[in-house]
């Protein structure tokens, strides 16, 4: 293997600033979810985190914050706008912060009101299931292609059976990857591949992300406009994994504190 294993596999100093990392920017899913944000914008949302960032001078954004709302939550990196946040839509909200020189990569999608209509239920529940599976296919032993194929079955089988799809293709309403590596930079730059070409085992030690998306854009549906990301940073352990994110994510969560939002 002709890489630095210290940058694929990472050492405990580091596997710790990529935790606390992982937690802060948990804290600003969650405080942002406890946020009454109808009738303000997207700029207005961004203002609030950018904020609450100044209470840890440790810590900076490891990339542009995304944040898109109604039709927009369809654009993977949607840049905040003058847009209003209106009853009745979802935003998507791709946000994480560099602690000590380590990244982490967070996304949440949420309801702007109290509770998600049904049809966004459907797709959120159809990307939760398909998150969680894939996080337990995370281990040693494994690889990322795995990890993304089994993703990409379990979106397709859940879209098949809700009868939203009537065909195997899935590329439309899920265009990127399931992972990535993350460390120094939010992409990480370590190898996919072995020197022969076959695909890295996953061993302890190596973080990345599983981030299953679906995105309804130019469907014709009654789910036309609905974009729902999950995303959370994996360590690879001994006995499997550890999910490093904890920002809510269970509908019944997200929902309760969308009821309580001040």
Not at 32 to 50: A, D, H, P, V
Not at 152 to 170: A, D, H, N, P, V
Not at 225 to 230: A, D, E, N, P, T
């Amino acid at each position: 293997m002709k890489f630095e294993k210290s940058k694929i596999v990472k050492d405990q100093l580091e596997i710790a600033c990529i935790r606390e990392a992982s937690l802060i920017s948990s804290d600003f899913h969650t405080l942002g979810m406890s946020r009454r944000i109808i009738g303000k914008s997207e700029n207005e949302l961004l203002s609030f985190y950018n904020t609450y960032k100044k209470h840890f001078k440790f810590s900076t954004w490891a990339y542009p914050v995304v944040i898109g709302s109604g039709e927009r939550s369809t654009i993977l990196h949607a840049r905040p706008t003058k847009k209003n946040l209106y009853d009745g839509d979802l935003v998507l909200v791709d946000l994480g912060v560099k602690y000590n020189g380590y990244c982490s990569d967070v996304t949440r999608t949420w309801p702007v009101g109290e509770r998600f209509s049904k049809e966004q239920k459907t797709i959120y529940q159809i990307v939760l299931s398909a998150q969680k599976a894939a996080i337990k296919r995370a281990c040693p032993g494994s690889t990322l292609d795995e990890i993304h194929e089994y993703c990409r079955k379990s979106l397709l089988e859940g879209l098949l059976s809700k009868g939203i799809i009537k065909s195997g293709k899935i590329d439309k309403y899920f265009p990127h990857k399931t992972s990535h590596w993350i460390g120094r930079d939010v992409h990480d730059e370590c190898p996919h591949q072995y020197i022969d070409k076959s695909p890295i085992i996953l061993s302890p030690g190596m973080c990345f992300t599983i981030e299953p998306g679906l995105y309804f854009k130019g469907t014709c549906s009654k789910y036309e406009g609905i974009g729902v990301r999950i995303e959370d940073v994996i360590l690879v352990t001994d006995e499997g994994n550890e999910v490093l994110s904890r920002a809510p994510k269970e509908i019944e969560e997200v929902e309760c504190l969308r009821s309580l939002a001040v």
